[in-house]
C-alpha cells in the first residue's frame, strides 16, 4: 500500500511563496513516478510538476518559471517550491503516484492566494 501526506500549504498574498512537500511510504518503486496536482473548485484536477528523470521535470505552463519540483530520495520525500504566487494558484495541491496505469494520491493540502 503507498501512503503519501501533503504539508505546506496555507494562505500567502499574491507574489509570496510556500513549499509544500510530500512524504510517501510503501510500496513506492520510484520517486521519479511521483508528481504534484492541484484541483480548483469547478474544475478538473490538472498536473502541475512531475518528474522526468535524468533530474529534470516537467511544468504545466501555467506554472513554469514560478515552480520548482525537488525530490529527497533518501528520504522519500518530494518539495514543491512555489514562488511568486498568483490568485489563479488557489486550489487544493495533490501529491501523486503513478506507476503501471496506477495512481495513488496524497489527501491534499490547500493553497490560497490573496489579491
Known amino acids: 500500500q503507498v501512503q503519501l501526506v501533503e504539508s505546506g500549504g496555507g494562505l500567502v498574498q499574491a507574489g509570496g511563496s510556500l513549499r509544500l512537500s510530500c512524504a510517501a511510504s510503501?510500496?513506492?518503486?520510484?520517486?521519479?513516478?511521483m508528481g504534484w496536482y492541484r484541483q480548483a473548485p469547478g474544475k478538473q484536477r490538472e498536473v502541475v510538476a512531475t518528474?522526468?528523470?535524468?533530474?529534470?521535470?516537467n511544468y504545466a505552463d501555467s506554472v513554469k518559471g514560478r515552480f520548482t519540483i525537488s525530490r529527497d530520495s533518501t528520504k522519500n520525500t518530494v518539495h514543491l517550491q512555489m514562488n511568486d504566487l498568483k490568485p489563479e494558484d488557489t486550489a487544493v495541491y495533490y501529491c501523486?503516484?503513478?506507476?503501471?496505469?496506477?495512481?495513488?494520491w496524497g489527501q491534499g493540502t490547500q493553497v490560497t492566494v490573496s489579491s
Open positions: 501523486n503516484y503513478y506507476r503501471r496505469g496506477r495512481s495513488y
Open positions: 510503501g510500496s513506492i518503486f520510484s520517486i521519479n513516478d
Open positions: 518528474f522526468t528523470g535524468g533530474g529534470n521535470a
